[in-house]
């Protein structure tokens, strides 16, 4: 497929045109992204020297800002008085003889930054809300997300529990509407995401709490949002995502205790949406998501210990045989040369390393969250093997350029009665060593190594 059209194909108009960018149907970028370069559209050099040029855009996907489902969108250009019907899609090649291209007011470079034109257009949108305003019976709100977020209905229904009226999609869909609820807010809820994207409307200074999908993830456009109308915002753990593209959500301590709330562990309702979770996980083929498994292992360790005694619960939703397994608990990662540490903890059975880089293996982290794993790496004939030590400790070194020469793993007594641990590790010269299991030693016999693979296994699923 040719990325550049042929010329032919390519449209040249002699005029100048203002281009936007391009626009994202999503209702979070529209926010950060759709908005950024608008602000010159109330500049006095646009004003002044570019008002009769057209105004154009590229869409994202099946962006139409005329679809019912981008009406916000084109509603928010309207209260910043851009002329929407005069907007112009560019949707084929298009050679222009001059393009004016705003600068961005909102940046998604680390941290996320913005310019006082963003404020400004933002400040514009909030006073046409505050000039419009009428009252609303409750001013403690809950914007409900809905769309893949398992267990965001009983998270709802707590905050409910605690005087918040839950505002659905339908409720917002008119954004006249939703404004007037925002601007008159004084506590705003809602999962970290699009949904939460909204507070950049309320009043300075605005109660808000937010529920990040994983607790080790904040939203920097958020952060950002944040700080426009300077809220008082407060993030609260209460999930519990372990697969990739899919969040949990649960009634967590740390979500009564903000609430004041007695905590007596978790509750049923609690196990059956995450039961259903897993499940569901599972038979989608969903993958880990092991950047967050640092994060959640002591929580999930908890959480799981709760789980085992509701067996009943179990088996009424009939999990799939060894559904434990499946969750993310078991990953390693390894220090290799001038890569260091591996960007991402690894999954079971994955290979650590790129095998074409010859950088060598010096250290190996394991960490498993069921049952206690202990290693041990092989140096060479002179210093013999390192200390045993327990997951999640390190064996080897780092810093020295020390190699790694061999190794060997094995789990406790509890979980040896469960699984067998198999290992192997690929050497310098394009071979991999044969595959050892429950703490036997291998050995490179002097080759340098660049990458290892462990495979946690049920006992009647292991391989002999």
Same mark, same amino acid.
């Given at each position: 497929m040719e990325l550049i059209p042929p010329p032919e194909s390519v449209q040249h108009r002699s005029e100048t045109v203002i281009y936007l960018g391009v626009s994202c149907p999503i209702w979070g970028? %529209?926010?950060?992204?759709?908005l950024r370069r608008v602000w010159f559209l109330n500049s006095e050099i646009f004003k002044s020297e570019f008002k009769d040029c057209p105004v154009t855009y590229i869409k994202s996907g099946n962006f139409d800002i005329e679809h019912k489902e981008n009406a916000g969108f084109k509603r928010l250009l309207e209260i910043l008085e851009v002329k929407v019907d005069e907007l112009e899609c560019i949707d084929c090649p298009t050679q222009f003889d001059k393009i004016i291209l705003p600068d961005e007011s909102f940046f998604d470079l680390f941290p996320r930054r913005?310019?006082? =034109?963003? %404020?400004?257009?933002?400040?514009?949108?909030?006073?046409?809300?505050l000039k419009n305003s009428t009252p609303i019976s409750n001013k403690k709100l809950y914007f409900y997300h809905g769309l893949r977020q398992i267990g965001e209905e009983r998270l709802a229904e707590y905050f409910k529990s605690k005087g918040y009226d839950i505002i659905t999609h339908e409720q917002r869909a008119d954004i006249d509407v939703e404004l007037n609820l925002l601007i008159n807010c004084e506590s705003f809820a809602s999962i970290l995401g699009s949904v939460s994207h909204n507070t950049v409307f309320m009043r300075n200074h605005? =109660?808000? #709490?937010? #529920?990040? $999908?994983? *607790?080790?993830?904040?939203?920097?456009?958020?952060?950002?949002? +944040?700080? #426009?109308?300077?809220?008082?915002?407060t993030f609260i753990d209460a999930s519990l995502p372990i697969f990739a593209g899919k969040f949990y959500y649960l009634i967590s301590p740390q979500l009564k205790r903000f609430f004041g709330d007695k905590w007596e562990g978790y509750e049923e309702e609690d196990f059956k949406?995450?039961?259903?979770? %897993?499940?569901?996980?599972?038979? !989608?083929?969903?993958?880990?998501?092991?950047? *967050?498994?640092?994060?959640?292992?002591? *929580?999930?360790?908890d959480f799981?210990?709760?789980?085992?005694? $509701?067996?009943?619960? *179990?088996?009424?939703?009939?999990?799939?045989?060894?559904? !434990?397994t499946f969750r993310s608990s078991f990953y390693y990662r390894t220090h290799v040369g001038i890569l260091a540490w591996g960007k991402d903890w690894l999954e079971n059975n994955q290979i650590s390393n790129d095998l074409e880089k010859q950088y060598t293996l010096q250290a190996i982290k394991i960490s498993y969250t069921k049952h206690k794993i202990y290693y041990s790496v092989y140096y060479n004939d002179k210093e013999g093997w390192s200390e045993t030590v327990c997951s999640p400790e390190m064996a080897g070194t780092t810093g020295t350029g020390k190699p790694i020469c061999g190794m060997k793993v094995w789990l406790d007594e509890a979980g040896s009665k469960e699984f067998d641990i198999l290992y192997r590790m690929h050497k310098f010269d394009? !071979?991999?060593?044969?595959?050892?299991? +429950?703490? =036997?030693?291998?050995?490179?016999?002097?080759?340098?190594?660049?990458?290892?693979? #462990? +495979?946690? =296994?049920?006992?009647s699923n292991a391989t002999k």
């Open positions: 970028h %529209v926010i950060t992204d759709n913005f310019t006082k =034109e963003y %404020v400004e257009t933002i400040d514009r949108i909030r006073n046409f809300a605005t =109660e808000a #709490i937010f #529920i990040p $999908r994983t *607790i080790n993830w904040f939203s920097a456009h958020q952060v950002a949002l +944040n700080q #426009i109308c300077s809220l008082n915002a949406n995450f039961l259903q979770y %897993v499940k569901n996980c599972i038979y !989608e083929d969903r993958a880990f998501s092991t950047k *967050i498994a640092d994060s959640v292992a002591p *929580i999930l360790t799981m210990a709760q789980l085992k005694r $509701r067996k009943d619960l *179990i088996t009424a939703f009939d999990m799939p045989p060894h559904w !434990e394009g !071979e991999w060593t044969a595959w050892a299991k +429950n703490g =036997e030693a291998i050995y490179s016999y002097g080759q340098k190594l660049n990458a290892i693979q #462990i +495979n946690l =296994e049920p006992k």
